[in-house]
């Protein structure tokens, strides 16, 4: 079990510009989450994949927002045109089945 | 929006002391989990509570959930400064939702050597 994997820990970039995280669950884990997470806050829910479908989408989730799970493997979560508001640790979460959820460490993005 | 809110925001104590945390939900669950998560890392699952379960322990943990209420409580027993660390509850609905969490604001635990 070599736990969930975040890249990039962390990423600062102007606003405007477009980011991808990328994020490898555990192997054998079918179950993929995005969570957003701000200072002083509980994670937010931001999408959910169950093996390559994408199930469940919050209303949090913009159209500037945009998450993959091809072959249902890694994950990525890519935000377009980043604002101000975008700035966060960005969580992602695994799971088999119902079973709880194992975390990576995050993205933490900065936009200036 | 959060699903509910912990009680207090933050709590300091003695090495040694038992520390006790509060949560409460607004919405029917499935089940009820703790999450521990220490500055600037990920979030890691300490115990999980079914809505059917009154009351759950794991080595220094005990969760008691009260569904009638909708709350839980956290009790760390005999604490250590290695505790220190934001506790987090979150909810699983169930059925359609995947299983995905809804946690609440968060306890800041702080134990003094």
């Known amino acids: 079990d070599t736990g969930v994997s975040q890249d990039p820990r962390h990423k600062i970039t102007k606003r405007g510009q477009n980011v991808t995280f990328r994020c490898d669950p555990i192997?054998?884990?079918?179950?993929l989450y995005w969570y957003r997470q701000t200072l002083g806050q509980g994670p937010e829910f931001l999408t959910y994949?169950?093996?390559?479908?994408?199930?469940?989408k919050s209303r949090l989730l913009s159209d500037r927002f945009s998450a993959e799970r091809p072959k249902g493997s890694f994950s990525t979560l890519e935000i377009q045109r980043t604002e101000q508001g975008d700035s966060a640790m960005y969580l992602c979460?695994?799971?088999?089945?119902?079973?709880?959820?194992?975390f990576g460490d995050g993205t933490r993005l900065s936009i200036l | 929006s959060q699903q509910g809110e912990e009680d207090p925001q933050a709590l300091s104590i003695q090495e040694g002391e038992n520390a006790t945390m509060n949560c409460s939900y607004k919405?029917?669950?499935?089940?009820l989990q703790w999450y521990r998560q220490n500055s600037g890392r990920g979030l890691v699952h300490l115990i999980l509570?079914?809505?059917?379960?009154r009351e759950k322990h794991s080595g220094r943990l005990r969760v008691t959930l009260d569904t009638s209420k909708k709350s839980s409580s956290l009790l760390i027993t005999a604490s250590r400064a290695a505790d220190t660390a934001s506790y987090f509850c979150?909810?699983?609905?169930?059925?359609?939702?995947?299983?995905?969490?809804?946690f609440g604001e968060g306890t800041q635990l702080t134990v003094n050597p």
């Open positions: 509570i079914r809505s059917n379960e």
């Open positions: 979150a909810t699983d609905a169930g059925g359609t939702s995947g299983s995905r969490l809804t």
């Open positions: 979460a695994s799971s088999r089945g119902g079973q709880p959820q194992h």
């Open positions: 994949f169950q093996n390559e479908a994408q199930l469940e």
């Open positions: 919405t029917s669950i499935n089940n």
């Open positions: 192997s054998e884990h079918n179950r």
